[in-house]
């Protein structure tokens, strides 16, 4: 899962103030929420606590440490306010470093449930997320990373519309990897662990080998639309172009902090 990297899980502490905009009432106002039907359903969004150099470490030297760190902070917190615009859903966030819990409940506004993450590898922390969500009672579990701040509302709607008569879902990312992984708990037992299984992450092959193990399992498959996560420089300056066009267009923006914080950088 390129939004997921295993290298995103080290130690550390502190943070970066995101900008000098005032962009709360815009956040707030950022989205609408959309009613699903009665099956328990859950978005966990994988995340760790950004550190100067922990996060973000490709756009350094681009980015100082500490501004790539508040620009991670900023597609986190965009990432997490816009699930809240999913009614019915409830809002999980998997975080790392263990320690970090009260400083993500300060990070992150609004209800949410705080799990650690659980494992060394990357494979086994999306197992263990995975299977705490069914054995708590979720039907449909989804998960995100929190690279890609721009990524639709529709398309999260889609895969838990999917997730009705698809046992699993998963959303590509542009540069191999997904930004989405989702399952419903009706067949859980055939398909995690076995989809985390062997993956090479990290690498433009993650999307591909998670394709052919979950065809392995016989289990029915959804496919959302491709969509980009931001790693790298030239990821930033196409991202910052896309805001542009997106504000030049009249559509309407979610990732408003991150806008803040990329306007306060020119």
């Known amino acids: 899962m390129n939004v997921l990297k295993d290298t995103d899980f080290p ?3 502190g943070i970066e103030g995101i900008g000098k905009m005032d962009c709360e009432s ?3 106002n950022s989205g609408n929420g959309s009613n699903y039907n009665n099956m328990k359903t859950c978005v966990i969004i994988f995340a760790k606590y950004p550190s100067a150099n922990q996060v973000k470490t490709r756009l350094i030297p681009h980015l100082s440490p500490e501004q790539a760190a508040a620009l991670y902070s900023a ?3 965009d990432s997490c306010q816009a699930v809240t615009h999913l009614s019915g859903v409830t809002r999980v966030i998997a975080y790392t470093p263990p320690e970090t819990r009260a400083a993500f409940r300060a990070l992150i506004a609004g209800d949410a449930i705080f799990i650690p993450q659980v494992g060394m590898e990357l494979g086994n922390r999306l197992i ?4 705490w969500a069914s054995e708590t009672g979720y039907e449909r579990i989804l998960i995100i990373g929190s690279d890609s701040p ?3 509302l529709s398309y999260l709607r889609q895969g838990i519309l999917m997730l ?3 046992d ?3 959303g590509p990312s542009l540069d191999g990897g997904y930004y989405l992984i989702g399952f419903s708990a009706s067949n859980i037992g055939a398909t995690v662990p076995f989809v985390f299984e062997k993956i090479a992450w990290g690498t433009g092959a993650v999307f591909e080998q998670t394709v052919v193990r979950a065809g392995l399992t016989g289990a029915t498959l959804g496919v959302l639309p491709p969509w980009y996560d931001v790693d790298t420089p030239t990821d930033v300056a196409f991202l910052k172009a896309h805001l542009a066009a997106m504000r030049l267009a009249g559509d309407s923006v979610q990732a408003v902090k991150t806008e803040c914080f990329l306007s306060d950088l020119s």
Request: charged share 10%; hydrophobic share 50%; aromatic share 4%.
């Open 11 to 13: 130690n550390g502490g």
């Open 75 to 77: 597609f986190l917190v």
């Open 128 to 131: 263990s997320a995975t299977r």
């Open 164 to 166: 009705v008569s698809r």
């Open 168 to 170: 699993i879902i998963i």
């Open 150 to 152: 721009t990524l639709p």
């Open 26 to 28: 815009a956040i707030q």
